[in-house]
């Protein structure tokens, strides 16, 4: 089930005006007298009436305080108040309005969040993290990743696909010596997995394999966690160290945890550049 909040406005241009240029939200769907912006999983409508409604809060988070930060700057001419913290909700926000008065708060919350990123997001900001906090993954958290990873698309729905959770950091040191330099990232969180499929169960190993693969960083993505595809360990000596069969297929491994760095979208080439119509 999905949702969109509706207000009344008095002045749609000026609110039109005021949330896609001023906040930059798209349009989700135009009504002519009522428009809807989307804002992440948030539907905000606004449709034409004789009153104004401006009761509660419009919240929009944010992944940090750095991107936080960067709203307060580009609207501290309707700002309310400076960014700060607020210890008993563990958030970093502030506050401004909108040209009608309803109250809006910019924030960022300070604990791990229970997924919430649209598809679309996951797509555009899933990055190859190499830097990981200390802070440990919870064998429940994990199974929720692992809950999601079930669905993983297979040939023929053999669902040949498994993952191997190492925590030994021996094993890993051992695979990073073998690997050189780009396994290096296996280190730096507080264990690694590796993505197979079964030889003899798959029709189609190396594609089943690759594809959990996938899937295992998208779900990771979902529930906060970063992940670093690390390739070319389909090889005699890693699979011995990790108890897998010489007929099946390593597709990779990857570091899982809790991300020490972010990045921004970086440039990416156009549909045209990528796609060929026959």
Same mark, same amino acid.
């Given at each position: ?165 190492? +925590? ?5 040191? =051992? @695979? ?9 990232? !296996? /280190? &730096? #969180? ?7 499929? +079964? ?5 189609? =190993? @190396? ?9 295992? !960083? /998208? &779900? #990771? ?29 390593? #597709? ?27």
């Amino acid at each position: 089930m999905n949702g969109i909040v509706f207000f009344k406005t008095k002045d749609l241009g000026r609110i039109r005006s005021f949330y896609a240029s001023m906040l930059e939200l798209p349009v989700w769907l135009d009504q002519d007298s009522c428009v809807i912006f989307r804002s992440g999983n948030q539907l905000l409508g606004f449709c034409e009436g004789e009153s104004i409604e401006n009761c509660g809060t419009i919240t929009f988070f944010f992944n940090d305080r750095e991107q936080v930060d960067a709203a307060y700057t580009k609207l501290k001419s309707i700002a309310k108040t400076a960014p700060g913290e607020n210890p008993k909700y563990n958030i970093y926000h502030f506050w401004a309005t909108d040209p009608e008065g309803r109250s809006l708060e910019f924030q960022c919350f300070e604990r791990q969040l229970e997924p919430y990123l649209t598809l679309e997001e996951s797509l555009k900001t899933r990055r190859s993290i190499r830097k990981y906090t200390a802070e440990p993954v919870s064998p429940e958290l994990l199974n929720n990743v692992f809950e999601l990873c079930r669905y993983s698309p297979t040939a023929c729905n053999l669902q040949g696909y498994y993952y191997v959770v190492i +925590k030994k950091r021996e094993i890993l040191e =051992k @695979i990073v010596a073998l690997r050189g330099p780009s396994g290096k990232p !296996l /280190l &730096a #969180a507080p264990f690694a997995i590796a993505v197979a499929a +079964k030889g003899d169960i798959s029709h189609r =190993k @190396i594609q089943d394999a690759c594809i959990a693969a996938y899937h295992l !960083l /998208l &779900a #990771a993505k979902a529930y906060g966690l970063g992940t670093c595809w690390v390739t070319d360990m389909d090889k005699e000596e890693i699979k011995n160290l990790l108890g897998i069969p010489p007929q099946d297929y390593i #597709a990779c491994l990857t570091p899982l945890g809790y991300p020490a760095e972010h990045f921004p979208l970086p440039d990416r080439h156009q549909v045209s550049d990528f796609v060929r119509y026959l």
